[in-house]
């Protein structure tokens, strides 16, 4: 077998861009689905109330979770994004 002697090219800071705005997509959706849960917690009792707020706690750690992948982005990656 041989070794390869070029190594594998950086990602394109386009596919980076992408990316990024993907997880800020992602995280949008995880608040838009905590204020879900929260109000249908708020008009539910007893074990239902309880699951509806232990959704909400996985959903506030995947939110958390992208969170710390954004704060850890490299600046250099970032590029303006036309939103539309």
Not at 7 to 34: F, K, M
Not at 45 to 58: D, E, F, I, K, S
Not at 62 to 72: E, G, N, S, T, Y
Request: hydrophobic letters at 45%; proline letters at 8%.
């Amino acid at each position: 077998m041989t070794k390869k002697l070029v190594p594998d090219p950086p990602i394109s800071p386009d596919l980076l861009t992408l990316l990024e705005c993907r997880i800020a997509h992602a995280v949008e959706l995880l608040r838009c689905a905590t204020a879900t849960t929260v109000e249908s917690a708020d008009n539910l009792q007893g074990p239902q109330r309880h699951l509806a707020l232990a959704g909400m706690h996985l959903i506030t750690q995947a939110h958390q979770a992208l969170d710390r992948v954004l704060d850890q982005w490299p600046a250099s990656a970032s590029l303006a994004v036309d939103p539309g």
